[in-house]
């Protein structure tokens, strides 16, 4: 409600993203996961994300609290300090993979966790142009990676603005050129990503194409379709 939205202005009217204290930015991390587990699954965001950076926020707790002791000793500093280089480092790839530039997360929202609303001024982001390049290789049993770059590219690049690419995919008897016949999909924004098959799919042909969206949800050209086995 209103309250809480004030209490929260107030809380980002004291510190900086990231705060620089050990105290202030475990009050930052406490209002942005409980911000963030109310809108995590509006925003796509995988649970598996979610919780591990509250597993990185617990731990920071409980190391943070240790070093308050006024017993503490070198060691009970040493592991906050890790611990807080960890949760970071995590906090800041979480920000800029899941919320800095999703077109899901508008920028009242970005204000409300304490994250830095990018300027109006910048360079727009391009409708993509480019296809991404992609090879389909054997994980684990069952299992198939989605390894993807830019056709222009290198490595795991993606073109500026990207946020991400739609996977489309499907097994079939039979192969196709039409991406209207790939019913199953799924969206990543990183590579590799992997495709997870049951027993009985084993042996099974899946054909796959890939397109680039970027931050703005605009769509690029589809790919053209490759085929593996399911291992």
């Given at each position: 409600?209103e309250?809480?939205?004030?209490?929260?202005?107030?809380?980002y009217?004291?510190?900086?993203?990231?705060?620089?204290?050990?105290?202030?930015?475990?009050?930052?991390?406490?209002?942005f996961?409980?911000?963030?587990?109310?809108?995590?699954?509006?925003?796509?965001?995988?649970?598996?994300?979610?919780?591990?950076?509250?597993?990185?926020?617990?731990?920071?707790?409980?190391?943070?609290?240790?070093?308050q002791?006024?017993?503490?000793?070198?060691?009970?500093?040493?592991?906050?300090?890790?611990?807080?280089?960890?949760?970071?480092?995590?906090?800041?790839?979480?920000?800029?993979?899941?919320?800095?530039?999703?077109?899901?997360?508008?920028?009242?929202?970005?204000?409300?966790?304490?994250?830095?609303?990018r300027?109006?001024?910048?360079?727009?982001?391009?409708?993509?142009?480019?296809?991404p390049?992609?090879?389909?290789?054997?994980?684990?049993?069952?299992?198939?990676?989605?390894?993807?770059?830019?056709?222009?590219?290198?490595?795991?690049?993606?073109?500026?603005?990207?946020?991400?690419?739609?996977?489309?995919?499907?097994?079939r008897?039979?192969?196709?050129?039409?991406?209207?016949?790939?019913?199953?999909?799924?969206?990543?924004?990183?590579?590799?990503?992997?495709?997870?098959?049951?027993?009985d799919?084993?042996?099974?042909?899946?054909?796959?194409?890939?397109?680039?969206?970027?931050t703005?949800?605009?769509?690029?050209?589809?790919?053209?379709?490759?085929?593996?086995?399911?291992?």
């Amino acid at each position: 409600g209103e309250p809480e939205k004030a209490h929260i202005r107030r809380i980002y009217g004291r510190i900086k993203m990231i705060p620089s204290g050990d105290g202030e930015f475990l009050e930052w991390g406490d209002v942005f996961c409980a911000y963030l587990g109310t809108k995590a699954d509006e925003w796509g965001i995988p649970e598996a994300a979610v919780a591990a950076l509250e597993g990185f926020r617990t731990e920071y707790r409980r190391a943070y609290t240790a070093a308050q002791n006024p017993n503490r000793g070198k060691a009970d500093v040493f592991a906050k300090n890790e611990a807080r280089a960890a949760y970071e480092t995590d906090v800041r790839r979480f920000i800029q993979e899941y919320i800095a530039f999703s077109h899901l997360v508008s920028d009242d929202d970005r204000i409300l966790l304490g994250v830095t609303v990018r300027s109006a001024s910048r360079t727009p982001v391009p409708v993509p142009s480019t296809i991404p390049s992609f090879t389909i290789g054997t994980a684990v049993l069952q299992h198939l990676s989605i390894i993807f770059h830019d056709e222009n590219g290198a490595g795991e690049a993606k073109p500026f603005g990207v946020h991400g690419a739609e996977i489309l995919w499907e097994i079939r008897e039979t192969p196709t050129e039409n991406q209207e016949d790939l019913t199953h999909s799924a969206f990543s924004t990183r590579s590799p990503y992997k495709l997870a098959f049951t027993g009985d799919q084993r042996g099974s042909r899946v054909y796959v194409c890939l397109r680039w969206e970027n931050t703005r949800g605009e769509k690029g050209p589809w790919s053209a379709i490759s085929s593996a086995v399911v291992p």
